[in-house]
Antibody
Framework: EVQLVESGGGLVQPGGSLRLSCAASGFSFSTYSMNWVRQAPGKGLEWVSYISGGSSTMYYADSVKGRFTVSRDNARNSLYLQMNGLRAEDTAVYYC??????????????WGQGTLVTVSS | QTVVTQEPSFSVSPGGTVTLTCGLSSGSVSTTHYPTWYQQTPGQAPRTLIYSTDTRSSGVPDRFSGSILGNKAALTITGAQADDESDYYC??????????FGGGTKLTVL
């Protein structure tokens, strides 16, 4: 069974940093591309970033480009999101999401339960 | 900046059929955008329903179907049930690795 478990969320001040983690199990982690998708309270879904199975390719939404960095450790079956320069508008539940294969077009077929990031002073 | 458009809300009677659409602020949606549909109930993670235009995800009943209708992607629910009352999101791949979600459609079954 595919499982994705996010951690690392919490309360952080504007301008601060946070690192999210996603522990994956139940599948061959290195052979799938992964994503982060977020959802602000009461709002819709927003794709944040993508990383290929071998970490050769990363993509970012314009709203986080230059501030967020996605990475993965295939030996540890883990996905990460380093978030710097956090703003109030980054407040959201962040989902770790697995694609159906290892392609830039996805699609996302599995989702974690999410971790809440709150940016506030 | 390209916006992905969805109806903000829709209503269907139990047992009825409803078609939700997913468009682009400029241009037409095609299979090369790999339209994907998700269902989400409050407080829950999204569930993948349809991907690559018309492929049902594992475990999704066949009363959910996807297609291209005119210049939009479409999600059709036939024989709507009470537990279909959810938010539905589409996402399109717009090139250069960028994926953009629509604003979502709140479906009411009554």
């Amino acid at each position: 069974e595919v499982q994705l478990v996010e951690s690392g969320g919490g309360l952080v001040q504007p301008g601060g940093s946070l690192r999210l983690s996603c522990a994956a199990s139940g599948f061959s982690f290195s052979t799938y591309s992964m994503n982060w998708v977020r959802q602000a309270p009461g709002k819709g879904l927003e794709w944040v970033s993508y990383i290929s199975g071998g970490s050769s390719t990363m993509y970012y939404a314009d709203s986080v480009k230059g501030r967020f960095t996605v990475s993965r450790d295939n030996a540890r079956n883990s996905l990460y999101l380093q978030m710097n320069g956090l703003r109030a508008e980054d407040t959201a539940v962040y989902y770790c999401a697995r694609d159906a294969s290892n392609n830039w077009y996805g699609p996302v077929v599995y989702w974690g339960q999410g971790t809440l990031v709150t940016v506030s002073s | 900046q390209t916006v992905v458009t969805q109806e903000p809300s829709f209503s269907v009677s139990p047992g009825g059929t409803v078609t939700l659409t997913c468009g682009l602020s400029s241009g037409s949606v095609s299979t090369t955008h790999y339209p994907t549909w998700y269902q989400q109930t409050p407080g829950q993670a999204p569930r993948t329903l349809i991907y690559s235009t018309d492929t049902r995800s594992s475990g999704v009943p066949d009363r959910f179907s996807g297609s291209i209708l005119g210049n939009k992607a479409a999600l059709t629910i036939t024989g709507a049930q009470a537990d279909d009352e959810s938010d539905y999101y589409c996402v399109l791949c717009l090139g250069s690795g960028v994926r953009v979600f629509g604003g979502g459609t709140k479906l009411t079954v009554l």
